[in-house]
């Protein structure tokens, strides 16, 4: 079965770090380019970025708001995606997707994760 | 950035009766390589989002044919023939032509 499983979230300080991964299987994760989407409590869905896979170098794209504070990686030898955040804000509070864009010229994700919930609070 | 705009953002529907959502992008979402690039999710309440329909109006594996999408360049509809309880959820359109990604507000469908 083809399934994305993130795990990391938690309560964390305004201005501290987290680090959500998102375990693939059940395909070959490393022919993917893989993203993060989140969604605010209520709101609707916000892109945070992306990374290609090996054969495009591993380059990486962010939202204009996260780029310098969030970092994706990935890890093909685990099949794993990681999204790196710093300097957190209280509006980065949002459950945080992981996404696999699909093959071909799909031009969207065609699995999603189930999500892990992020609360940023003093 | 390219602004996603739906209507309506919420659509009461009886059972057995059609339901259409329009998705309106700031610029022309053909991409360089000739597709546009417009896709449907669904979501559920308590799930993630679902693929419906790529690239304008291609049905994603497993989704049933009473979704279907159309429209060109910047005016996009979802159109469902006949809701089943199933389908009540928060529908999004979503462009995959130009950085950043970016999503509509959603459009509530519920049952009246």
């Known amino acids: 079965e083809v399934q994305l499983v993130e795990s990391g979230g938690g309560l964390v300080q305004p201005g501290g770090s987290l680090r959500l991964s998102c375990a693939a299987s059940g395909f070959i994760f490393s022919d993917h380019y893989m993203d993060w989407v989140r969604q605010a409590p209520g709101k609707g869905l916000e892109w945070v970025g992306r990374i290609r896979n090996k054969a495009n170098s591993y380059t990486t794209e962010y939202a204009a708001s996260m780029k310098g504070r969030f970092t994706i990686s990935r890890d093909d030898s685990k099949n794993s995606l990681y999204l790196e955040m710093n300097s957190l804000k209280t509006e980065d509070t949002a459950v945080y997707y992981c996404?696999?864009?699909?093959?071909?010229?799909?031009?969207?994700?065609?699995?999603w994760g189930q999500g892990t919930m992020v609360t940023v609070s003093s | 950035d390219i602004v996603m705009t739906q209507t309506p953002l919420s659509s009461p529907v009886t059972l057995g009766q059609p339901a259409s959502i329009s998705c309106r992008s700031s610029q022309s979402l053909v991409h360089s390589d000739g597709n546009t690039y417009l896709s449907w999710l669904q979501q559920r309440p308590g799930q993630p989002p679902r693929l419906l329909i790529y690239k304008t109006s291609n049905r994603f594996s497993g989704v049933p044919d009473r979704f279907s999408g159309s429209g060109a360049g910047t005016d996009f509809t979802l159109k469902i023939s006949r809701v089943e309880a199933e389908d009540v959820g928060v529908y999004y359109c979503m462009q995959g032509t130009q950085f950043p990604w970016t999503f509509g507000q959603g459009t509530k469908v519920e049952i009246k």
């Open positions: 996404a696999r864009k699909g093959s071909g010229s799909y031009g969207t994700f065609d699995i």
